[in-house]
């Protein structure tokens, strides 16, 4: 038996290792019925040692970031959730592909100013990957432009400023 947290309700669960199928990815909370994401990780400890195999259970993050438009003279505060995939941000216009779109008075932020991919790992969790989309005056990232064609992968809290909007990264 392994102990496990619940990430959601944190009950504290005894599980049976021998009873997970392989490949398992999460299963359901015996109390909240919400699920827990799990990586079985089989670790075989010599005989020696006189240990059994034991089974590492480690929670995942599963829930993607959300970006936060930072209120301010032209844009007041807007919070977008990510979504798996590619994800084009800018203002809001009627000529605008972008897929959010930022209500604001800030001329210097183009309509389709950066890109945001989120992608799934293999492990189970999410990566944020940002680059600029060709924009007018650039994108400032946590301070410095990315460079043309660069892709950074987002961290929590990081700062993203396109035109004179700061934009705010949360996991
Ligand atoms: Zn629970």
């Given at each position: 038996?392994?102990?496990?947290?619940?990430?959601?309700?944190?009950?504290?669960?005894?599980?049976?290792?021998?009873?997970?199928?392989?490949?398992?990815?999460?299963?359901?909370?015996?109390?909240?019925?919400?699920?827990?994401?799990?990586?079985?990780?089989?670790?075989?400890?010599?005989?020696?040692?006189?240990?059994?195999?034991?089974?590492?259970?480690?929670?995942?993050?599963?829930?993607?970031?959300?970006?936060?438009?930072?209120?301010?003279?032209?844009?007041?505060?807007?919070?977008?959730?990510?979504?798996?995939?590619?994800?084009?941000?800018?203002r809001q216009s009627?000529?605008?592909?972008?897929?959010?779109s930022?209500v604001?008075?800030?001329?210097?932020?183009?309509?389709?100013?950066?890109?945001?991919?989120?992608?799934?790992?293999?492990?189970?969790?999410?990566?944020?990957?940002?680059?600029?989309?060709?924009?007018?005056?650039?994108?400032?990232?946590?301070?410095?432009?990315?460079?043309?064609?660069?892709?950074?992968?987002?961290?929590?809290?990081?700062?993203?400023?396109?035109?004179?909007?700061?934009?705010?990264?949360?996991?």
């Amino acid at each position: 038996m392994i102990s496990v947290r619940c990430p959601h309700c944190h009950v504290g669960l005894k599980v049976d290792e021998g009873k997970l199928p392989p490949g398992i990815q999460s299963f359901k909370c015996p109390k909240c019925k919400k699920a827990i994401p799990i990586s079985l990780v089989f670790a075989n400890k010599s005989a020696a040692s006189g240990s059994s195999e034991t089974t590492l259970i480690q929670p995942l993050k599963t829930s993607m970031g959300t970006l936060t438009v930072l209120p301010d003279e032209n844009t007041r505060e807007q919070i977008f959730p990510l979504y798996e995939g590619v994800t084009l941000i800018g203002r809001q216009s009627a000529a605008s592909n972008a897929t959010i779109s930022i209500v604001t008075a800030d001329k210097s932020m183009s309509r389709e100013h950066i890109r945001i991919e989120v992608k799934k790992e293999a492990k189970g969790g999410y990566k944020h990957y940002l680059s600029d989309n060709n924009s007018k005056n650039h994108t400032l990232y946590n301070s410095s432009f990315l460079e043309k064609g660069e892709v950074v992968v987002l961290n929590n809290n990081d700062e993203i400023i396109i035109g004179r909007t700061v934009l705010r990264f949360n996991e």
